[in-house]
Structures are given as C-alpha cells and as structure tokens.
C-alpha cells in the first residue's frame, strides 16, 4: 500500500494550493482519510479527515472556513484544497487513511503518505 501526497510549494499568503493524495495498493473507498501537518519543531498535528461516506471534520482553529478535504473514490484519490494560505499554515502535509470508517486521531491511521511541504512565504 502506498500513498502518494503531491501539490505541495511556495505560495504567497493569501494563495491557494490544493494537494492530492493518491492510494495505491489497495482501494479505501470505504475508510477514512486524512491530512496532518507538521511543522518545524512542532508535532505533528490533525488538518481535516473525510469519513467513508463524505462525512467531513476540520481543527476548527486553524483551517475551517480556509481548507476543504474531498475525496473521490473511483481515483482511490484524496484531496485538500487550502486557501487564504498563511504563513503560519507552513508545514510539510502527510495524508493518511485508516482502517477505520470514520477516523480523527493520527493513531487511528495506518498508512501514511510521504509528506509533501507548504512553504507560505512573500
């Protein structure tokens, strides 16, 4: 099983970025799906998770209202669009799915992606 996160660069606050993340290996149309980040000298934290069924959570602080996870399952393909991007949003992004349903916490992941960074910068 792999995961492949991509979309990631440099981009203006303010810009848009939208990463994807392609599942290989195995389909997991009906588990759950997630994105983290982790920035320098922090840990790593939760961004947004879409359940089976589309159900959709985001950290309510830092990304709701700016960030939008989508999934579409006939690609085995998750995605995360981000706007308004801060500096502050600057952080490698990892996606991950899980065997669960539905999944909130980086324990409940099974596999991770490789990461790929979000610098926000002028």
């Known amino acids: 099983v792999q995961l492949q996160a991509s979309g990631g660069g440099l981009v203006q606050p303010g810009g848009s970025l939208r990463l994807s993340c392609a599942a290989s290996?195995?389909?997991?149309?009906?588990?759950?799906m997630g994105w983290f980040r982790q920035a320098p000298g922090k840990e790593r934290e939760f961004v947004a998770a879409?359940?089976?069924?589309?159900?959709?959570?985001y950290d309510v602080d830092s990304v709701k209202g700016r960030f939008t996870i989508s999934r579409d399952n006939a690609k085995n393909t998750v995605y995360l669009q981000m706007n308004s991007l801060k500096p502050e949003d600057t952080a490698v992004y990892y996606c991950?799915?899980?065997?669960?349903?539905?999944?909130?916490?980086?324990?409940?992941?099974?596999?991770w992606g490789q990461g790929t960074q979000v610098t926000v910068s002028s």
């Open positions: 290996g195995r389909t997991f149309s009906r588990n759950a």
């Open positions: 879409i359940s089976w069924v589309g159900y959709k959570k």
């Open positions: 991950a799915a899980s065997e669960l349903t539905v999944a909130d916490f980086p324990k409940e992941y099974d596999y």
